[in-house]
């Protein structure tokens, strides 16, 4: 049983910064791709930033380049999204996703696509607003 749970959101001001947790079981997180990705009002669904599990390849979406970077705590199995100077076009609902090595299609880059990723979270509302 692979499950992901996010948790971490809410209201923060302009310039501020939250961090994101995904606690896995089922699964050791290591093995796997894991992505964060987010969904604002009107708009798809979008990969933010993700790592592969084998060599810790990363993709970084320009718009977070920066601003956002990843982290793995083992002993917790838990990846962590560190979000800094947040802006409101940051607002979204935010969710982290993993997949099997061997079940990812694309290792050159486009592995932060959510199409890639069968293993979801719930979501955590991320609302950037003064």
């Known amino acids: 049983q692979l499950q992901l749970v996010e948790s971490g959101g809410g209201l923060v001001q302009p310039g501020g910064s939250l961090r994101l947790s995904c606690a896995a079981s089922?699964?050791?997180?290591?093995?796997?791709?894991i992505g964060w990705f987010r969904q604002a009002p009107g708009k798809e669904r979008e990969g933010v930033l993700c790592?592969?599990?084998?060599?810790?390849?990363?993709y970084y979406a320009d718009s977070v380049k920066g601003r956002f970077t990843i982290s793995r705590d083992n002993a917790k199995n838990t990846v962590y999204l560190q979000m800094n100077s947040l802006k409101p076009e940051d607002t979204a609902v935010y969710y982290c996703?993993?997949?099997?090595?061997?079940?990812?299609?694309?290792?050159?880059?486009?592995?932060?696509?959510?199409?890639?990723?069968?293993?979801w979270g719930q979501g955590t509302q991320v609302t950037v607003s003064s």
């Open positions: 089922g699964f050791t997180l290591d093995y796997y791709y």
């Open positions: 790592i592969s599990g084998s060599d810790g390849t990363t």
């Open positions: 996703a993993a997949q099997h090595p061997h079940l990812i299609t694309d290792y050159s880059g486009s592995f932060c696509t959510d199409t890639e990723y069968d293993y």
